[in-house]
Nanobody, 120 residues
């Protein structure tokens, strides 16, 4: 079955960096779009970034220019490089598998999340 396992979260100082990883299994990773979303304490789920089955990437305005999404299809792994972190980036970060190669058609599998805390 589809399995998504996030890692790489932790504590970072404002202005610092973290790289999240999402190890995927149980499906043909290279054929599907993938996304990152986050949920801050006491708030709803927020879409952060998506990547299609090729090289097209998409970002929420709140992270554009600071975060970079990428994928390594040989390793079945999705990444999120987060730079210039802000306290408002504090959240539980999830990766998700799309229904197709299109980022915008919905998602049918989610990981358990990895926690990111940005604080001095």
């Amino acid at each position: 079955q589809v399995q998504l396992v996030e890692s790489g979260g932790g504590l970072a100082q404002p202005g610092g960096s973290l790289r999240l990883s999402c190890a995927a299994s149980g499906f043909t990773f290279s054929s599907y779009a993938m996304t990152w979303a986050r949920q801050a304490p006491g708030k709803g789920l927020e879409w952060v970034s998506g990547i299609d089955d090729g090289v097209s990437t998409f970002y929420a305005d709140s992270v554009k220019g600071r975060f970079t999404i990428s994928r390594d299809n040989a390793k079945n792994t999705l990444y999120l490089q987060m730079n210039s972190l802000k306290p408002e980036d504090t959240a539980l970060y999830y990766c998700a598998k799309a229904l197709s190669s299109d980022v915008w058609r919905g998602y049918d599998a989610w990981g358990q999340g990895t926690r990111v805390t940005v604080s001095s």
